[in-house]
C-alpha cells in the first residue's frame, strides 16, 4: 500500500443541520480523545469486529475523512475513510458507516458520506470505493444514491460468511449532483428502515 497524501485540513470542521426537530451536527474527527467514541459507534453496529490497531490506521493517517455526527451533544454517528494511490491513481474507501438506529432515514448517513467525498476530491481522488453486504439494501440504497456502482460481488467476504458488493463511484461529481442523488436515494432508503447501514 502506497503512503497516503497529508494534505488533509488542519483545522478541525464543523456544520450544523437540521433534521426532524433535532440539532444535528457534524464535525470532523480531532485526536485520540475522539477514538473511543469512534470505537463505541462501530462496535455496536457492524457485523464485522475491528481491534484498536484497525481505527488507529485508519484514525492516525487520514483524520480529515472520519466524521462524527451529533445530535445535541449525543454521538450517533461516524464515517471511517482512507485514500491512497492505487494502479497509480488516488482512491479513497469508505471503511466503516455507521449511524443508530434511532436517527436512520434522516440523510445523516449521506452527509456523512459526502463530508468524506469531499475531502477525497480535495486530495485528488479519482475514485471512491468500499464494500456492502449483499443483504443491506439500506446501504446499497444510500451508495447507490450517491452515485456508486456494483463494481463486483465478493463471496463469503465477510467473517459471519455473507457475500459482498464492492461498489465504486468515479470522481469528481459536482456538489449539485451528489445532492440530487442523495435526495432521490433518501426516499427509498428509508423505506429499508432498520437494514444496517454499513
Not at 434511532?102 to 475514485?127: D, N
Request: proline share 3%; charged share 30%.
Amino acid at each position: 500500500m502506497a503512503e497516503a497524501s497529508e494534505n488533509g485540513p488542519s483545522e478541525r470542521v464543523q456544520s450544523g443541520a437540521e433534521a426532524s426537530g433535532s440539532d444535528i451536527r457534524y464535525v470532523q474527527y480531532k485526536d485520540e480523545n475522539d477514538l473511543p467514541i469512534v470505537m463505541d459507534l462501530v462496535d455496536k453496529e457492524l457485523s464485522e469486529p475491528y481491534s484498536i490497531f484497525t481505527y488507529r490506521y485508519f484514525l492516525h493517517q487520514w483524520p480529515h475523512l472520519c466524521f462524527i455526527s451529533y445530535d445535541g451533544d449525543k454521538p450517533f454517528g461516524t464515517v471511517v475513510c482512507k485514500m491512497d494511490t492505487h494502479r497509480e491513481r488516488m482512491r479513497g474507501y469508505v471503511a466503516m458507516l455507521v449511524v443508530d438506529k434511532a436517527y436512520r432515514g434522516k440523510r445523516v448517513g449521506s452527509e456523512l458520506v459526502k463530508m468524506a467525498i469531499a475531502e477525497m476530491i480535495k486530495g485528488g481522488c479519482e475514485e471512491v470505493v468500499l464494500e456492502a453486504e449483499v443483504v443491506n439494501t439500506g446501504a446499497l440504497k444510500l451508495y447507490q444514491g450517491l452515485g456508486f456502482v456494483r463494481d463486483k460481488r465478493l463471496h463469503r467476504y465477510y467473517l459471519n460468511g455473507v457475500d459482498a458488493y464492492r461498489l465504486k463511484l468515479l470522481l469528481p461529481l459536482s456538489e449539485a449532483r451528489l445532492a440530487e442523488l442523495a435526495a432521490a436515494a433518501e426516499a427509498e432508503a428509508a423505506e429499508a428502515d432498520g437494514e444496517m447501514i454499513a
